[in-house]
């Protein structure tokens, strides 16, 4: 999801997004244009739109999941200038089983932010592709396709 940039906007549609995101196995994520806490900015101001999104996540008993500490966002000029308005929430029921990951983005102020399951090992080990598939030429064929696709979509 995308919050909105005006303060205004972003607060109602912090308050009108509760009815939507109920359950108990919730994954919402994206750019909320606003903190959380102090932590999440170098300036180390709040505002309403904090307010408005701490209660949004304590309402939809959601959660961030380990390693989310970190900004996601840099002025390009402005070193002092960073924050964290980029979120994984989860549901209680499920956040265990979760990892969260920035990562650098050298083309864009902003960081990615990447969440990956906590694998357990089960069996022999984890699963990891088969180099078989590689020499089937028409799932080699459809992963090339797949890549040019994916690298001209600018």
Not at 54 to 61: E, P, S, V
Not at 109 to 131: M, T
Request: charged share 20%.
């Amino acid at each position: 999801m995308y919050a909105p940039t005006e303060a205004k906007s972003r607060k109602e549609f912090f308050l009108n997004l509760y009815p939507d995101i109920h359950g108990p196995n919730m994954i919402l994520c994206g750019d909320f244009n606003s903190v959380l806490s102090t932590s999440d900015r170098i300036s180390k101001k709040l505002d309403d739109m904090s307010d408005a999104l701490n209660m949004l996540i304590r309402m939809a008993n959601l959660c961030e999941p380990e390693g989310s500490k970190q900004f996601t966002y840099q002025h390009p000029l402005l070193n002092d200038r960073k924050s964290q308005i980029d979120y994984f929430f989860l549901s209680q029921s499920i956040v265990s089983k979760w990892k969260h990951q920035v990562c650098f983005c050298a083309f864009s102020d902003y960081q990615a932010i990447v969440l990956f399951p906590v694998c357990n090992a089960q069996g022999s080990g984890l699963w990891c592709l088969s180099n078989d598939l590689l020499k089937n030429l028409k799932y080699f064929s459809s992963i090339c396709a797949a890549i040019r696709k994916f690298s001209h979509n600018d």
